[in-house]
């Protein structure tokens, strides 16, 4: 038995280090048009990647249009540029629940800055407007009080080499779900502070032989079953590569290849909550052989 002492103590911590302030971004389009320019689309994708860290409250899109052309026809053209917007977003794993609104406005006044060139008004007057909000800090109240006494656990006989985690019996169908293990939004590359969590999974496979399993790939934030767009090789299987990622990952640390193999589920599982969660890979045990 041993003790240990803990002073009440009341803390006021907040949901994240700093305040962060709304954000915004423009794309801009040709005349009459409502597909992204390439220019534009980079710089929106670069401007998407700065979100990773955010957490979103809400995002708005709303489109515009220049003074030439009908009223009916510059509501059409400025709504299918707000949806084409929306688009890009949902393709690189922005969840479409956090997106408020997709309107469009129409033509915006002729005169809204200091301009001499009518041309120059209204290129910048065909665009989208974008505006994220965060979420605000949360405050918490922690109290921690009392001495306490507790009896020290045992501790378990572990396999040789084998972490503490995961050393209990596992069966046929049974799902290792690697919670915290996360990706860069749009890649297949994990973040830093996943790779403690992967070697400790890596350590455990390579201990226990008798494993045969699935590294099964998910994606967040994609309409309907469609995989999410690999960034990098600007593919449509971005569920699949992260799988990868981790079957490569675990042949470097020394599991053996022909007890896994790797796919991607695309996002047929989303698990309903916070969206960077199911930016994430499962193991499932597909079989157990015998321990000798």
Do not use: W
Request: charged share 30%; glycine share 6%.
């Amino acid at each position: 038995m041993y003790k240990f002492i803990l002073s009440i103590l009341f803390i006021l911590t907040t949901g994240s280090t700093f305040s962060q302030s709304e954000l915004s971004h423009d794309v801009y389009f040709d005349t009459d048009k409502f597909d992204v320019p390439s220019t534009e689309k980079n710089r929106l994708l670069l401007f998407i990647s700065t979100l990773q860290d955010m957490d979103i409250e809400s995002i708005s899109i709303y489109g515009f249009c220049d003074d030439v052309g009908a009223d009916t026809y510059n509501l059409k053209l400025s709504q299918n540029r707000a949806n084409a917007i929306k688009s890009i977003f949902s393709d690189n794993e922005i969840s479409e629940d956090l997106i408020t609104n997709v309107d469009g406005k129409g033509e915006i006044l002729l005169k809204i800055i200091e301009d001499n060139n009518i041309l120059n008004i209204r290129g910048l007057n065909r665009k989208v407007e974008i505006n994220v909000k965060p979420k605000p800090p949360v405050v918490e109240e922690v109290v921690i009080e009392d001495i306490v006494e507790v009896e020290e656990p045992p501790k378990p006989k572990l396999p040789k080499n084998a972490p503490e985690k995961l050393q209990g019996k596992l069966n046929i169908g049974d799902k290792i779900i690697l919670d915290n293990i996360l990706f860069k939004t749009g890649y297949s590359t994990i973040l830093p502070s996943s790779k403690k969590t992967l070697d400790t999974l890596a350590k455990i496979l390579v201990a226990r032989k008798n494993l045969y399993f699935t590294i099964q790939g998910h994606v967040c934030c994609t309409q309907l079953t469609r995989d999410a767009v690999d960034r990098k090789t600007k593919e449509r299987n971005l569920s699949e590569t992260r799988a990868k990622f981790v079957y490569d990952y675990f042949v470097k640390k020394g599991v053996n290849k022909r007890r896994m193999r790797y796919m991607g589920m695309r996002r047929k599982f989303p698990l309903g909550g916070d969206p960077k969660l199911d930016r994430r890979v499962e193991v499932l045990i597909t079989h157990v052989g015998d321990t000798n």
